[in-house]
């Protein structure tokens, strides 16, 4: 039960205020995400903690912050539903749910770092949690992807599995999907963003052994047992590209969730994306060449001699193969394929920094001191790997710190 119990007060109250919980009081909304966030910053100006709620008589709190004496009322019968947050942690525990809020010390670095306040207060999930802060390849795909697309997928999430890539993806029927089965059946490791209910999911068979197995991790920013809505899908995209290194679209339309996260990705920068090509493909996958990500073909899939050195080079090359994103990809040289890989290789963390760096240091110099923070490393590593960048030309020196090439 201990994996499903909240870690930090603040978290405790915010499952009070925003949590929403089977045997909830009738007609007692708990707060959305926009009014959460209006209330903690409003407790940060006073440097009241969420946590602190719970300890002291909060009224008199309700009532500087309230405007209207409804919104005191409810902000007080949310914090008063300790029984049936009791109860529900009870059932969580029992399916082997657990919860983090972003002030929990186990909430994913990388959500903090990118998503900030655009990420909804708590975390639920299933599996192991160290999952989601070792990064991976997220791949997305229409749910109705055509055959080359989901075979694609396949051989994708199949060589992502056997080279120790963690797949990042949802549990969306179509590339989705097959993505994930694909890795699962090659000994990798997965990382499932749902929209739909997390309850459900464990409930299904498909994914049991690799959930008992450790292969396997669930997370959801939406409580446990909220049935699928469409907006919550397009809410849950930014959490699979913020939680990966690299990101692969298999098939887009124009409009939708999957042509929005793709797009927000690339407005936000939080990671280099490359998208299927083909000499057939939907007009969403065209639309995002000519916007400038990078293609990736299924030759390249087959071909490669290691996808993380392929991903890494795309990166770098930051798309110039797309120059005319409307020509077929080349034939396969004569003669035989290299040989596939057969055993993990080691994540080349040099590459990855340089990748990210290129990205973080594209709007404006950036120096040492923040470059450190951004990835969590020594300043003396930072210096190393900077003058390396430099000596490499992946970056150059710029006036305050370094910026992209």
Not at 32 to 51: H, K, M, N, Q, V
Not at 202 to 224: C, D, I, V
Not at 255 to 272: H, K
Request: charged content about 25%; hydrophobic content about 45%.
């Amino acid at each position: 039960m201990d994996d499903a119990l909240p870690r930090h007060p603040d978290t405790t109250a915010t499952l009070l205020l925003c949590g929403r919980f089977g045997d909830s009081r009738e007609g007692l909304k708990p707060l959305s995400p926009s009014e959460f966030r209006d209330f903690a910053r409003w407790l940060e100006a006073r440097r009241i903690a969420l946590g602190d709620l719970l300890h002291k008589d909060a009224k008199s709190t309700f009532r500087n912050y309230a405007k209207t004496a409804p919104l005191c009322e409810r902000l007080g019968a949310l914090l008063r539903r300790t029984d049936d947050l009791a109860r529900a942690r009870e059932r969580w525990a029992g399916l082997g749910i657990w919860v983090v809020g972003q002030f929990d010390p186990g909430y994913p670095s990388r959500l903090r770092r990118r998503l900030g306040f655009a990420a909804l207060p708590l975390l639920f999930g299933a599996g192991p949690r160290e999952l989601l802060d070792g990064g991976g390849i997220c791949v997305v795909g229409s749910r109705d992807s055509s055959p080359r697309g989901l075979e694609f997928a396949r051989l994708l999430g199949a060589r992502c599995g056997r080279e120790g890539m963690t797949v990042i993806s949802s549990d969306m029927r179509g590339a989705d999907r097959e993505v994930v089965g694909a890795a699962l059946a090659n000994n990798g490791k997965v990382v499932c963003v749902l929209s739909d209910s997390l309850e459900k999911a464990l409930a299904a068979k498909r994914y049991r052994e690799a959930l008992a197995a450790g292969m396997m991790a669930f997370a959801t920013p939406f409580s446990p047992e909220v049935r699928f809505k469409v907006a919550n899908a397009i809410r849950a995209n930014k959490y699979q590209y913020a939680l990966s290194d690299v990101a692969v679209i298999v098939e887009t339309r124009q409009t939708g969730g999957i042509w929005l996260g793709a797009d927000e990705n690339r407005n936000e920068g939080w990671v280099p994306a490359l998208v299927r090509t083909d000499d057939v493909m939907p007009s969403g996958n065209l639309a995002l060449l000519h916007l400038g990500l990078a293609p990736i073909t299924r030759q390249d899939v087959e071909d490669c001699a290691g996808m993380r050195d392929f991903f890494v080079a795309r990166a770098l090359a930051g798309g110039r193969d797309a120059a005319d994103p409307r020509s077929a990809p080349a034939a396969r040289p004569a003669g035989p394929r290299p040989s596939r890989p057969t055993a993990t290789a080691p994540f080349d963390l040099y590459a990855a920094f340089v990748a990210e760096l290129r990205r973080f240091a594209a709007a404006g110099p950036r120096p040492e001191a923040e470059i450190a923070a951004h990835f969590g490393i020594e300043i003396e590593q930072t210096r190393r790997w900077i003058a390396r960048a430099v000596a490499e030309g992946a970056v150059r020196a710029a006036a305050g710190g370094v910026r992209a090439g």
